[in-house]
């Protein structure tokens, strides 16, 4: 619990004493139709740590782009130590004092780790680049982030996790009085987030305040020193930190109670049925060694890791995505080609849930019955001709198993909640049924509410005799959902944990993993679990 | 996309409904507003003469906006239709005499669908940008055209050549007829079977459609085909009109079909649009046309308008996006 942060103005407008770092009064959003924010007002303390909270579409991150000066509000002032914001001019907000760290990275792939960072701030000297200058300055931020990303290096040889910690030094390195976080640590590995959150605390004794938006409630609770929860576009609730348990904000975010997590379903298929996929030897230069992997009819495969140790990697070499991988495949005891292409992995019954729901999943533009009825639209249509009538009562079918509003099949992607894209997602593949489903990040940026649906539903569909392999950065999701995990590190397999002997544990997955990491220098040394 | 009735949760306001219907059909609403105005100052513009005229002599490109449509609906670019539709011309022109109308047809539609299978493979195998690629290859199939034609015009002597552009059924040009079953079919097509649904979804993402299992490479190139065949089609029916193939008839078709389809409101970007949109784009600007050409507007400042509203049609697509999202 942090000491000494006074900040219990949050969410009281008006207070005694020097401006206010943040003092939103009845800001007002609209896209379209729809009410982002209705009436919201927000203030923060200089040199504290705020943090927003909410399910989906509850506003927060609406709320945090009109502050970076990205989102024009349609009604409502803001004033940012003391004078008026300007809005939709990100240029000007910079000037201000305002840094902004966003959820999607705006990494420029071609330019150097360096130029990243100083992306629109060069230093420079009598108008020449100083690149010394820049380069001191990122080994400086580096050794604070402990990090150790070679300057020089361009920006698309980084992982993931890498380009989030150059997102951060960005945001950091202005020495902004007023630093915004949309979700930072979605993409980092522990150790990552807490050397994050000591920079944090360490900007924070400077007098930098800072706003966090984060659906990680634990997280929320260490590092904050007041927490504003949002619900459907309002604030259900401010406080200091000191006022909140992890109970009250899940209470606030939903308007009522969560049902405890169901204990974890037991394996629904035969225990000795013989394996519905079963892959050898899976190798992908650079990424995936070797590994071997096996899913049973009604079994849930979880696959444990850090970022970076391959987990997506061997999905999408599985589902045809890395036309350079490497291996052997049998489906149901017969020997199919390697996929190349993700049609021969589906035509073989392997289907792929993707990371990214938005770039890589769904049609935005198109409405969720054709979504679902992507994979086979010749099954509602006859001579080549489409039936709107058989479309929809097939997506009726499917919500009705997922717990989507039947009535809104119609609805255009676009304008559905992350956890209902997720459903459609999900449901394309309970319309056009694979023997094996892969599901990467199931829930990505989905709101406590839906977590739950969605990981019912994953269960649900592997009770139709489907074999599912599950990757998610929520260990706790995995330790759930997995009938079996397998642990990854750096493209190997390092342990192979199996519920039917031994209850699996978020530790023991961590463990597995790490020691690998510890002993980075002497591969040769390892043997596969 | 086509109007899919959207089931929101929260009742909207007259106000909204009224905006929202504006961005729809804003073109409609221009459409309307044009023949209004138009009717004014160019008071024989409904008369049944005018419209037959103007719609006869928009036939050829409407038949090439028609092809347009499918490829920049699947998130494409074909720059290469002019020369294709010249090509048509005067191949068709060329074997008229020897091989006769029917024959010389087919081989017009063989040669325009090869040019078609070019781009495709070009744009999806080799992964070359569609505004490039089909810059390249209009400038290969427009030489083909003068090569293949020694730069000279080609008369054919057999006078039913000429039935294709200037005969008449039920009252109506066969090329008008020809251009509204292309209209049909093709709004058929894409708005309702599994192809153009498909078309739609790799246009509005590739990567979701690819992992759909949809042929991708497949569906985008086809697209590419289908245009070039409106193309050749096109093509026929001007050199019919006209009882001549000349290699640089088709100089203006690539920027009027893509006025044409833009103007409708069919999206740059892929994913969204109509065949029905297309009509109203070539509606608007055959009319605008037909009003100038009465006033003795000089082609030169026509030119000029047409570019004007091409790019003012673009920047309102993208402005209404940013409304919606």
């Known amino acids: 619990m942090p000491e000494g942060m006074a900040s219990q103005t949050m969410g009281r407008p008006a207070s ?15 896209f379209g139709g729809t009410l982002a924010l209705t009436g919201v007002s927000v203030c923060a303390e200089v040199g504290s740590i705020n943090a927003l909270v909410g399910e989906n579409g509850a506003g927060k991150s609406t709320f945090l782009g009109v502050i970076a000066g990205r989102v024009v509000p349609t009604t409502g002032s803001v004033s940012i130590f003391g004078n008026p914001l300007a809005f939709g001019n990100p240029r000007l907000s910079r000037q201000q004092g305002i840094a902004a760290i966003y959820q999607e990275l705006t990494i420029v792939p071609a330019l150097s780790a360096v130029a990243n960072v100083f992306l629109g701030q060069t230093v420079s000297r009598a108008g020449l680049l100083s690149e010394r200058g820049m380069c001191d300055r990122f080994l400086e931020l580096s050794a604070q982030l402990k990090v150790s990303i070679p300057p020089g290096i361009e920006a698309r040889h980084l992982s993931v996790a890498d380009q989030q910690m150059l997102e951060i030094m960005r945001g950091i390195q202005s020495r902004a009085r007023l630093i915004l976080f949309d979700e930072p640590t979605t993409a980092l590995a522990p150790p990552e987030r807490e050397s994050l959150f000591a920079i944090m605390r360490e900007l924070r004794r400077g007098g930098t305040t800072m706003v966090i938006v984060s659906h990680n409630l634990d997280e929320v609770l260490d590092i904050a020193d007041s927490v504003t929860v949002f619900r459907d576009g309002e604030v259900a609730h401010a406080a ?89 495949l049998a489906i149901d005891g017969e020997a199919v080609p390697w996929p190349k292409t993700p049609r021969m992995a589906i035509l073989a019954g392997i289907a792929l849930v993707p990371e990214d729901r938005k770039t890589q999943g769904l049609v935005l533009g198109m409405s969720a019955m054709a979504n679902i009825t992507m994979p086979n639209f010749g099954g509602v249509a006859s001579l080549g001709v489409i039936s709107d009538r058989r479309m929809a009562s097939s997506a009726r079918g499917v919500a009705r198993d997922f717990g989507f509003d039947e009535n809104r099949v119609g609805t255009t992607v676009r304008n559905l909640s992350g956890g209902n894209q997720q459903k459609v997602l999900l449901g394309r593949w309970r319309y056009s049924l694979p023997k094996v489903l892969l599901v990467d990040e199931p829930t990505r940026g989905i709101d406590v509410g839906a977590k739950e649906e969605i990981l019912v539903t994953l269960r649900r569909l592997a009770a139709q005799g489907l074999g599912i392999i599950v990757v998610s950065s929520e260990l706790e999701e995995v330790v759930q959902m997995g009938d079996r995990v397998l642990v990854l590190s750096e493209g190997r397999a390092v342990a192979r944990l199996d519920a039917a002997h031994a209850p699996i544990k978020v530790k023991d997955i961590l463990e597995a993993a790490f020691k690998v990491a510890k002993h980075d220098h002497d591969r040769d040394g390892l043997s596969r679990g | 996309m086509t109007t899919t009735a959207t089931a929101s949760p929260e009742a909207k306001t007259t106000g909204q409904k009224i905006g929202a219907l504006f961005l729809q059909y804003g073109m409609v609403w221009a459409l309307i507003l044009l023949v209004i105005v138009g009717s004014f100052v160019y008071p024989r513009l409904l008369t049944f003469i005018n419209i037959r005229n103007f719609l006869g002599q928009s036939a050829p490109v409407g038949i090439v906006a028609v092809g347009m ?143 759909s299992g949809l042929r991708v490479d497949l569906l985008r190139g086809s697209t590419y085909v289908l245009s070039a065949m409106c193309s050749g089609l096109g093509g026929m029916i001007l050199a019919s009109r006209l009882a001549v193939g000349q290699a640089d008839m088709g100089s203006t078709i690539a920027l009027d079909a893509i006025a044409i389809v833009v103007i409708g409101g069919t999206s740059l970007l892929g994913g969204e649009g109509a065949i029905w949109r297309t009509a109203i784009g070539l509606l608007i600007i055959a009319i605008l046309t037909n009003i100038f050409d009465s006033l003795a507007v000089s082609t030169n400042y026509q030119l000029v308008v047409k570019g004007t509203i091409v790019v003012a049609a673009v920047a309102w697509d993208v402005y209404a996006r940013s409304l919606r999202t």
């Not at chain 2, 089909?134 to 290969?140: D, H, I, R, V």
Request: glycine content about 14%; overall charge positive.
């Open chain 1, 240 to 328: 200091p930190r000191s006022e909140w348990t992890k109970r009250d904000l899940v209470r606030a975010m939903i308007g009522h109670d969560l049902v405890e997590p169901s204990s974890r379903t037991p394996f629904a298929g035969k225990a000795g049925a013989a394996p519905l996929l079963s892959a050898t030897g899976v190798s992908l230069p650079g990424a995936l060694e070797g590994i071997d992997i096996e899913v049973r009819p009604g079994e849930i495969v979880g696959i444990g890791g850090l970022v970076g140790s391959g987990r997506s990697s061997l999905l999408r070499a599985l589902s045809g995505f890395e036309p350079k991988s490497t291996g052997t």
């Open chain 1, 16 to 30: 005694p004493g020097g401006p206010l770092a943040i003092d939103a009064r009845s800001v007002e959003k609209r």
């Open chain 2, 69 to 211: 449509t499918f490829v920049m609906i699947g998130g494409g670019f074909d720059l290469s239709v002019g020369a294709i539709f010249a090509l048509g011309a005067v191949v068709f022109a060329s074997l008229a005499d020897p091989l006769g109308l029917w024959v010389a047809g087919l081989v017009v539609f063989l040669a325009a669908a090869a040019c078609g299978v070019v781009n495709g493979f070009i744009v999806t195998k080799l992964k070359v940008n569609p505004f490039v690629a089909t810059l390249g290859t209009g400038s290969a199939f427009g030489g083909l055209a003068y090569i293949y034609s020694r730069s000279a015009p080609i008369t054919p002597s057999d006078y039913a050549f000429q039935d294709l552009g200037t005969e008449r059924w039920l009252g109506w040009p066969i090329s008008v007829w020809i251009m509204v079953v292309v209209f049909l079919v093709g709004g058929f097509v894409l708005a309702k079977s599994v192809y153009g649904r498909s078309i739609y979804a790799i246009g509005g993402n590739n990567e979701a459609a690819r992992l």
